[in-house]
């Protein structure tokens, strides 16, 4: 199973994107999707999950209030909208699922399945 991101691009300060992600068999189960970035030079960090069942969400507290994960039952497809988008949030923005019980949505090692990644630049 692939995940497949989209939804990248170049914005100014303060503009809106709005990121997909869509796992490549629809009858993939997960339990948990996330959001993680990458910035030139960092270690990948977290920013957002769902909880696919119910909808229970959660956020980095750099996001929280200006980015909102969703997901679409229908379409088998996680969002990420991100509004008032600032310069340091500008990196590589990478999807991920997990299928079984996570101990903390935050760590990255708990996710077996990512997505390729796309940029996210924003300018000042």
């Known amino acids: 199973v692939q995940l497949q991101a989209s939804g990248g691009g170049l914005v100014q300060a303060g503009d809106s994107l709005r990121l997909s992600c869509t796992p490549s068999?629809?009858?993939?189960?997960?339990?948990?999707m996330g959001w993680f970035r990458q910035a030139p030079g960092t270690e990948r960090e977290f920013v957002a999950a769902i909880r696919w069942n119910g909808g229970h969400t959660y956020y980095a507290d750099s996001v929280k209030g200006r980015f909102t994960i969703s997901r679409d039952l229908a379409k088998n497809t996680m969002y990420l909208q991100m509004n008032s988008l600032k310069p340091e949030d500008t990196a590589v923005y990478y999807c991920?699922?997990?299928?079984?019980?996570?101990?903390?949505?935050?760590?990255?090692?708990?996710?077996?399945?990512w997505g390729q990644g796309t940029q996210v630049t924003v300018s000042s």
């Open positions: 068999e629809r009858t993939f189960s997960k339990n948990y």
């Open positions: 991920a699922a997990n299928r079984g019980i996570l101990s903390t949505v935050r760590d990255d090692s708990a996710y077996g399945y």
